[in-house]
């Protein structure tokens, strides 16, 4: 059984950067394709961020390309959201993903590709 753990969520001013990660494990972590996604109040959850397996492919939604930054480091079993330039519409819980398998250059951008999800993380942007 797979199991996300989300940390590092806070409140951020307006402008400002933060940093929230995910640690998985009960698995072998390099099989893992990971996701970031978001639900704010009253809105659907929507995509953020992916990241291949190896690492070296991410996909970015527009709203955040830029500005945000995904990395994984697998010998620590840990996937790592950099956001820059915080913006209100930012805020927002934020949920990390798991999907085993894949090739390992392969990203998913849709909820459905996903099997396994954190309990996810408030992010809060003070404006």
């Known amino acids: 059984q797979v199991q996300l753990v989300e940390s590092g969520g806070g409140l951020v001013q307006a402008g400002g950067s933060l940093s929230v990660s995910c640690a998985a494990s009960?698995?072998?972590?390099?099989?893992?394709?990971i996701g970031w996604f978001r639900q704010a109040p009253g809105k659907e959850r929507e995509f953020v961020a992916a990241i291949s397996r190896s690492g070296a492919n991410t996909y970015y939604a527009d709203s955040v390309k830029g500005r945000f930054t995904i990395s994984r480091v697998n010998a620590k079993n840990t996937v790592y959201l950099r956001m820059n330039s915080a913006k209100s519409e930012d805020t927002a819980v934020y949920y990390c993903?798991?999907?085993?398998?894949?090739?390992?250059?392969?990203?998913?951008?849709?909820?459905?590709?996903?099997?396994?999800w954190g309990q996810g993380t408030q992010v809060t942007v003070s404006s």
């Open positions: 993903a798991a999907r085993i398998g894949g090739s390992m250059s392969s990203y998913y951008y849709s909820l459905n590709d996903y099997r396994y």
């Open positions: 009960g698995g072998t972590f390099s099989m893992y394709v």
